[in-house]
């Protein structure tokens, strides 16, 4: 039993920030931090003030989190990248919105003294015996600090203040992972405690200039009695004194939504997991009544899509996915009067095929349609058919006529669609047998379902357009205009290239339309194309007819197995420069090595050159810490560490060189996606490297000293991934059924009798009961939750707030206690530079 934290935050767009170039524009990214966690970096928008992004990340968080802040930076080529500006959005201000925040945000200047990270470790106690009595604080360590200074680290050193004195302890230089050890000891005045605070605070020391403010943590001195305290505590800043400065620094629209849930063991959704695939389990039960008709009854358009994630998740794992979908879309089927509306609306069928697609068919989309993408992003060729926004500066000079050179822009423009489009619809018609078998047979079964709801001549279209629809209006188009969201690329288009990508993917949706003309309406400059579009149309439907011409199952027999039998798909491939963890000690220039990595869902492998032999190979599975490494450790600065284990249990780290830090996040992101699923992560590491007998991030002497710093500490997933266990996905359909129904009757919509074979009653009465059960279950735990063992009061109003209080320390990770066990707590990811 668990309770789990869903965040979903979706980076949408900015509007009017800054120029920071002196070209009077700006290259913006966004960087997403979870309390002093960076968890992800959108890619870069190139030359924009008002930049789109659209990137959506999934963060499954063991336990919840105190803030959530986004940060607007202008890539530079040369020097550090320029801070724009942030947006913070507290834990009590996101759940205080059931629906999430989906709106403008103005962006806030950005002052290093607000800007902190990392935890102390701390003893604390009032010693009562004896006259007068006796503050001791312990200060034992700190970890993941911020670098203050240019080398990437610190001088940390602690102060103490309280009852009017304050202390400090030693210096330690050249870390942020400081080890104090030191105990400051403060006599207490008589009387009542009442308002009195301890104060510490971390400082980076400087020998010329002002000390660097590294964050403080505040207490009530009666919440330290009567006995000693020890744990990890969260820095924070000093209290905000930032002037208002809204609308100057432009506006970030941002889409966020925490859900709170409590994940039960797996056996207590048996029965609602049963319920849900028994009209599959059982085809002779009446479709109308049935626990998915129910769930497709009560949910609403704002859920649809969660909805459909859960359901393709759970009947994945049951091999049962195909199945599902053909349930799906019989039921819309049957209530669909006019053919040439058929799939149109985001119903609930429509949303589980295409979560389907994404799911089964994201490698055979890569293989498709990449090769001609990059192509299209390497030609960078200027493309415009509309007159009204042709560039004459863009296009080569062939006359001084106006007219002529407009027309010669528009007779190249489509002669390059011509090509790519054709390119395209190439791969397409020739990908039939690289076509995913689950995709092809719910294609087939989708199809036999259409021609007995339809068999009329007239409505012989609707057999290929219940198909293409899919396949290419949701899944082919869509990925041709972003590509970044498809992970056909990693970086967003430029305009020019972007324009490229939106005539294609017009092109490739009135293809998939089987024969609409373009041209009408608002975009008569389009009607060029139409001569290429009848020889796709046909070539496109035969495409169609092969796709469906495989065997399989009938429905109700044995299901094709899912997911699971999936080959191996690249993730990310590129050239790094790659070091083992023995050859740190050569001289850096010797160390690293180029080679040409490829990751896929199998494997990272290093060649020589792209297709050369393997040289070295890493088991996805093997892998246990995926982290950057800190700043200053290597001549170069990005760098990255994959730490795995070998057949014997040896653990070997693997330093990975890249040429920027957008190619940085990109490899953690990728890797981190690779390993959402490993179980046997590690929870701590070093995010420096042993030299000269000691560790460069902590400063220990010896190499199996444990990590001083946590890993990773949330799932990042994204729209493709895996979305935790079967338990999750269940307890979101089960929150999604008792939030529609609210404890009332289930309704007209379930009147259907049992399973033949199963025991109870109608299943509107079985729901009921697995949903009074889960209720049950849920209230046992929350009964447990609400008389924990005692602990020191909290700081609370009328009293200074954002103050931690002993009860709430910086929340542990996997395997670890608020003791303060490095060894057996997950950490966050160690910081890069001023605010990340």
């Not at 035969?542 to 399989?552: I, K, R």
Request: glycine share 8%; charged share 20%; hydrophobic share 35%.
């Amino acid at each position: 039993m668990a309770k789990t934290t869903s965040l979903r935050c979706r980076v949408l767009e900015g509007k009017d920030l800054p120029a920071k170039d002196v070209s009077g524009s700006s290259d913006p990214y966004c960087v997403v931090k979870v309390d002093n966690e960076v968890v992800a970096r959108t890619a870069t928008v190139w030359k924009s003030l008002n930049p789109f992004w659209g990137e959506e990340i999934t963060l499954l968080l063991p336990r919840g989190f105190h803030s959530l802040t986004i940060y607007v930076l202008d890539e530079d080529t040369i020097g550090q990248d320029d801070v724009i500006g942030k947006v913070s959005l507290s834990h009590q201000q996101i759940s205080a919105e059931p629906r999430g925040v989906d709106r403008w945000l103005s962006l806030a200047p950005v002052n290093p003294d607000q800007e902190v990270q990392g935890e102390i470790h701390l003893e604390l106690g009032v010693l009562e015996q004896g006259h007068p009595r006796v503050l001791r604080c312990h200060l034992i360590e700190a970890r993941d600090l911020a670098p203050r200074d240019p080398s990437g680290s610190s001088d940390p050193f602690g102060r103490v203040s309280c009852c009017g004195h304050t202390l400090d302890t030693a210096v330690i230089k050249k870390t942020r992972f400081p080890h104090w050890d030191e105990v400051l000891e403060f006599e207490l005045p008589e009387g009542e405690l009442g308002e009195a605070v301890l104060s510490v605070e971390v400082w980076d020391w400087d020998i010329v200039g002002k000390n660097d403010f590294l964050g403080r943590v505040e207490f009530f001195l009666d919440t330290l009695c009567p006995g000693p305290t020890r744990g990890w505590f969260q820095l924070l800043p000093f209290s905000s004194t930032t002037e208002d400065h809204r609308g100057q620094l432009g506006a970030l629209r941002l889409a966020v939504r925490l859900l709170e849930d409590t994940v039960l063991p797996q056996h207590h959704y048996q029965p609602l997991i049963q319920l849900l695939t028994e009209p599959i389990l059982c085809p002779a039960q009446s479709p109308e009544g049935t626990a998915l008709a129910v769930l497709e009854e009560v949910t609403s358009g704002e859920s649809r899509q969660d909805v459909a994630t859960q359901l393709v998740k759970i009947f994945s794992e049951q091999g049962l996915a195909v199945p599902l979908l053909d349930y799906l879309t019989t039921r819309e089927l049957a209530r669909t009067t006019d053919p040439n509306t058929l799939f149109r609306s985001n119903s609930l069928a429509s949303k589980s095929m295409e979560q389907f697609m994404k799911v089964v068919g994201l490698p055979y989309l890569h293989e498709v349609l990449k090769p001609v993408v990059n192509r299209i992003f390497e030609e960078k060729k200027y493309v415009e058919l509309d007159p009204s926004k042709i560039e004459l500066s863009r296009g080569r000079r062939i006359s001084f006529k106006g007219s002529l050179l407009e027309a010669q822009v528009q007779e190249s423009s489509l002669e390059l669609l011509k090509g790519y489009l054709g390119d395209i619809i190439d791969a397409i018609v020739g990908s039939v047998d690289k076509c995913p078998l689950p995709m092809r047979v719910a294609f087939k079964q989708l199809r036999r379902r259409v021609e007995e709801r339809f068999p009329l001549a007239p409505h012989e279209e609707v057999r290929y357009f219940s198909i293409s629809g899919f396949l290419f209006l949701r899944f082919f188009a869509p990925a041709v205009l972003t590509p970044k969201l498809f992970r056909l690329r990693e970086q967003h288009a430029e305009p020019c290239t972007g324009r490229t990508l939106l005539l294609l993917a017009k092109a490739l949706q009135t293809i998939g339309n089987l024969g609409l003309q373009l041209g009408h309406g608002k975009e008569p400059w389009m009607a060029p194309l139409n001569a290429v579009l009848p020889p796709s149309v046909t070539r496109v439907r035969a495409f169609l007819d092969a796709l469906v011409t495989v065997e399989s199952p009938e429905v109700g027999e044995a299901p094709v197995p899912q997911g699971h039998s999936q080959p191996s798909a690249t993730i990310k491939e590129g050239p790094l420069h790659t070091c083992l963890d023995g050859g740190v000690a050569l001289l850096p220039r010797f160390a690293f090595k180029k080679r040409h990595f490829r990751l896929s869902t199998q494997a990272l492998a290093c060649a020589k050159t792209p297709g050369g032999q393997v040289l070295s190979s890493i088991p996805v599975e093997q892998i246990q810490a995926v982290e950057q490494v800190d700043k200053g450790t290597f001549q170069h600065p990005h760098v990255l560490q994959v730490v795995a284990q070998d057949d014997t249990g040896q653990l070997h780290t693997t330093y990975l060189q890249c040429k920027s830090a957008p190619e940085l996040w990109q490899w953690l992101w990728a890797l981190r996606q690779a390993t959402s699923a490993n179980r046997d992560m590690l929870p701590t590491c070093h995010p420096g490297t042993f030299r000269s007998r000691r560790w460069t991030c902590c400063l220990q002497p010896t190499r199996a000293a444990p990590g001083c710093s946590r890993t990773h500490g949330t799932v990042v997933l994204g729209e493709w991934s895996d979305l935790g266990d079967t338990a999750v996905a269940a307890q979101s359909l089960y929150g999604h059924l008792r939030a529609a129904l609210a404890g009332g009757p289930v309704g007209s919509v379930v009147a259907g009798p049992p399973c033949p074979g199963q025991a109870g009653g109608p299943v509107g009465d079985r729901l009921q009961e697995v949903l009074r059960d889960l209720d049950i279950a849920h209230d046992a735990f929350a009964h447990r939750q609400e008389t924990p063992e005692p602990a020191p009061s909290p700081l609370r109003a009328p009293r200074p707030p954002a103050r931690p209080s002993l009860a709430s320390p910086a929340q542990p990770g996997r395997g670890g206690d608020a003791g303060g066990d490095t060894e057996g707590t997950r950490g966050r990811q160690p910081g890069t530079g001023c605010i990340l």
